[in-house]
């Protein structure tokens, strides 16, 4: 089945600099992908989703990247501030899956000032 | 204000009890899911419902029993807790069980199971 793995699983960097985050996939009818944050005590937030037919996303302050080729998805951060602290998790639907998220095992981001 | 209520956000159970997580979404969303979250797994899918009607069961075991009363509810009664059990549990929903859906979650019940 469809394995996704997420690094790293914790990266720390400073105010103003930039962070990535990179999902793999396996499965190559893999189609809808999605970024979710989750700060400390709360529930997920969705920060974005990504269709197979489109490649970069931009939404405030991050950069969706979808590498079709080398089934990768990534999540870069540009000028980080401290409120972007917080757990990452990617998420990846395949076609027959019963709609079912796989999800990636998050990423624990610190904004050091 | 907050679209996805759970209740309650905090409880604490002894070995053996029973206990109902509430979850109300007022999204007028059609699907909902019930997700585990805990040091051992990071996010670890439950249910999903669509218009009332269990879809997937990726819970092995009956003592995680989804209830749905109503379009808008979706509550998890659990028996027979065991500390194991302890875990955030996050509601979510969508629109839909569609492929371009994004569940959105609540703020989660956090048990504790001593």
């Given amino acids: 089945g469809e394995q996704v793995e997420q690094r790293p699983p914790h990266l720390s960097v400073r105010e103003g600099d930039s962070a990535v985050i990179i999902c793999t996939y396996t499965d190559p009818n893999s189609y809808y992908f999605f970024w979710y944050k989750q700060e400390p005590g709360a529930g997920l937030q969705l920060l974005m989703k990504v269709f197979s037919s489109t490649e970069i996303n931009e939404g405030q302050g991050f950069t969706v990247l979808l590498n079709k080729k080398d089934k990768q998805l990534s999540l870069n951060l540009t000028a980080a501030h401290p409120g972007d602290s917080a757990v990452y998790f990617c998420a990846v639907r395949i076609q027959d899956s019963n709609y079912q998220l796989i999800w990636g095992s998050g990423t624990k981001l610190i904004i050091k000032p | ?114």
């Avoid at chain 2, 905090?10 to 909902?32: D, F, P, R, W």
């Avoid at chain 2, 999903?48 to 379009?71: H, I």
């Avoid at chain 2, 875990?87 to 609540?106: K, R």
Wanted: hydrophobic share 30%; with cysteine.
């Fill in chain 2, 1 to 114: 204000d907050p679209k996805i209520i759970q209740k309650p956000k905090y409880l604490v159970a002894v070995t053996g009890s029973e206990k109902i997580l509430i979850c109300e979404q007022y999204l007028g969303h059609n699907a909902m899911y019930w997700y585990r979250q805990s040091a051992k797994k990071p996010l670890e899918f439950m249910f999903s419902y669509s218009y009332q009607k269990l879809m997937d069961n990726q819970t092995a075991s009956s003592r995680f029993q989804p209830q749905s009363s109503k379009k808008n509810h979706l509550d998890l009664q659990i028996t027979a807790l065991k500390p194991d059990d302890s875990a955030t549990y996050f509601c979510a929903s969508s629109q839909e069980a569609g492929d371009n859906q994004a569940p959105l979650f609540g703020e989660g019940t956090r048990l504790s199971v001593l």
